[in-house]
């Protein structure tokens, strides 16, 4: 690929923004650092977390403006945390070299090489002669796609595997269109469809990705967290089970969905340009391509098995609430390949437990591209990657910005920020009428997950919102399910959601774009999560809206 491309263009992207924005966006920013840093300290805040507090604002602030490149805005926490006694450096630097930075890394080395060999070309002209070449169409056909993916698999695989696709689809239509359309003023009205397409397809792919998750317990971080912290904190109390869960919840999903997919293609025209080709159009370029090379062949392989690998690396059990029994429905490979490193490797137990991660299984593939070579056109054999087309093309601004996000998440929590937030938050609550009380939590989880980590968000608040139930006399999960499913629904920043870092990469969207969209979307998260607490997640779960459980109460007081 060309340095035209999207993955080229990343570094572009990075360094956009109106001059006059990016001039307000960096006094501003550092108006808000100093005014925060010299404040009196609120009760209950220790210093370092509001120290901690104020360079989040200057972050946020540049980030929103870009008032200087993106990447650099996630470099800040590497030279203020230890400068402001936040956090070591050393702690800091951690953040930016965990599992979830190297599954993206891992994932876009493998997404490089379908590019390289061309398999995402092929596939995305069997995606477009099956969807028909209505744009909205073809943004609905990604959503659904990746939706029921995530709902398996973690957001941020199920997102690298559908960029690749993706980004193959819209260049191939600007090509294949451009080629029907004689007159210049034809050319530019398809960019500018284009353009709008390629914005609701790659946002599309991240909401739907985040929106898949919340249909079943295993299909975020934040659904397990919710389920571990469940069990510890009320020990007597009725296990949420999937089929309690995915009755409130995959509604939700759809839902989101639908809304998602109003917001992102109701200005999109019908058809691309005035002579729209039909399937017969792209039946014709697919056997142009030919037959497959031996490349996309072994891409094609490892693609299969990737995909595998990552849905069957957890079981997936279903929780009978009648019997108390957990039914294996489809077994892992995961806990079996630990038991295996115990058993035959002597390995420690507790190293084994949680030994492979998603991460691992996108480092062990990418590296096999290394390794494989296969038999070219001319005769001779290439490598199916090469470390020169990783170099050139991985976007490592975006990994810095991942490892800028989990800086920070990782700090809120060290410094208690977070804490602080959440008591505040329920000291200020008390005697707010249920449906308003919930409605804040959930308003507030949402936003503040687009600064900090969902996970680290989640388990930081639910203890605090699970005393603030039993202190209010009200059912805990009326709090905490909804605190936990509306951590998935941030949507407005590259940093809140891996898979919306990951399209924010693609550079076909920009932050404003993101903002915009994001926004709504979480105002709907919101109020539907707020609306289905009360009418489906009350009555399915026998929750009383009038008294505490006797479980809770027995549970605190042991």
Not at 147 to 163: E, H, P
Not at 169 to 194: K, N, P
Not at 364 to 380: N, P
Request: charged share 10%.
């Amino acid at each position: 690929m060309s340095d035209s491309s999207p993955h080229a263009r990343l570094r572009d992207d990075f360094d956009r923004g109106n001059p006059v924005w990016q001039r307000i966006g960096l006094w501003s920013g550092l108006a808000a650092f100093v005014f925060v840093m010299v404040l009196p300290a609120p009760d209950g805040l220790s210093p370092a977390a509001q120290r901690l507090a104020a360079a989040t604002m200057l972050m946020a602030i540049l980030w929103v403006s870009q008032a200087i490149p993106i990447a650099a805005t996630a470099l800040i926490p590497l030279a203020i945390y230890p400068l402001l006694g936040i956090q070591s450096a050393g702690d800091v630097s951690q953040a930016y070299v965990n599992a979830n930075i190297f599954l993206f890394f891992g994932g876009f080395i493998f997404a490089l090489g379908i590019e390289k060999w061309g398999l995402h070309r092929r596939i995305a002209l069997h995606v477009v002669y099956v969807l028909g070449g209505s744009p909205s169409r073809i943004v609905l056909g990604f959503m659904i796609a990746t939706a029921f993916l995530s709902m398996w698999i973690s957001n941020t695989a199920t997102t690298m595997l559908m960029l690749p696709i993706a980004l193959a689809l819209l260049q191939t239509l600007g090509e294949v269109y451009a080629a029907t359309e004689t007159l210049a003023s034809g050319r530019q009205e398809i960019q500018r469809v284009l353009s709008r397409l390629g914005t609701g397809l790659m946002l599309g792919i991240a909401y739907s990705a985040s929106c898949g998750g919340l249909a079943t317990l295993i299909g975020t971080p934040t659904n397990v967290t919710f389920l571990g912290q469940w069990g510890q904190l009320f020990p007597d109390a009725p296990s949420v089970s999937m089929g309690e869960w995915m009755p409130v919840f995959l509604p939700l999903t759809c839902m989101m969905l639908f809304s998602s997919y109003l917001v992102l293609t109701w200005k999109l025209p019908k058809h691309l340009g005035e002579h729209n080709p039909g399937r017969s159009f792209f039946s014709a370029r697919l056997r142009e391509l030919g037959k497959p090379s031996h490349g996309e062949r072994a891409m094609l392989i490892v693609f299969v098995v990737t995909a595998l690998l990552w849905v069957f690396r957890t079981p997936l059990q279903f929780h009978d609430s009648t019997t108390g029994e957990n039914w294996t429905l489809l077994p892992g490979w995961g806990p079996w390949y630990e038991s295996f490193l115990v058993n035959h490797f002597h390995a420690d137990t507790a190293i084994a437990k949680g030994a492979v991660h998603d991460a691992t299984v996108a480092m062990t593939m990418a590296l096999l591209l290394f390794f494989l070579s296969v038999r070219t056109s001319k005769g001779g054999r290439e490598r199916l990657i090469d470390w020169e087309t990783v170099e050139h093309k991985m976007p490592w601004g975006i990994v810095l910005l991942l490892g800028g996000g989990f800086a920070i998440a990782a700090a809120f929590n060290e410094t208690g920020l977070s804490a602080w937030l959440g008591e505040s938050l329920a000291r200020s609550l008390t005697g707010v009428p249920l449906p308003v009380l919930v409605c804040c939590i959930c308003l507030m989880m949402t936003f503040l997950t687009e600064f900090t980590s969902n996970v680290a968000t989640v388990s930081t608040f639910l203890p605090i919102l699970a005393g603030t139930a039993v202190t209010l006399g009200v059912d805990p999960r009326l709090l905490m399910i909804p605190a936990t499913v509306t951590a998935s629904c941030a949507f407005m920043l590259p940093i809140a959601t891996p898979p919306n870092a990951i399209v924010f990469a693609s550079g076909q969207v920009t932050m404003g774009q993101m903002m915009r969209h994001g926004l709504i979307l979480n105002l709907l998260g919101v109020s539907f999560v707020t609306a289905l607490t009360f009418w489906v997640l009350v009555p399915i779960m026998g929750i009383s809206l009038e008294s505490l459980p006797d479980w809770a109460v027995l549970s605190v007081d042991r």
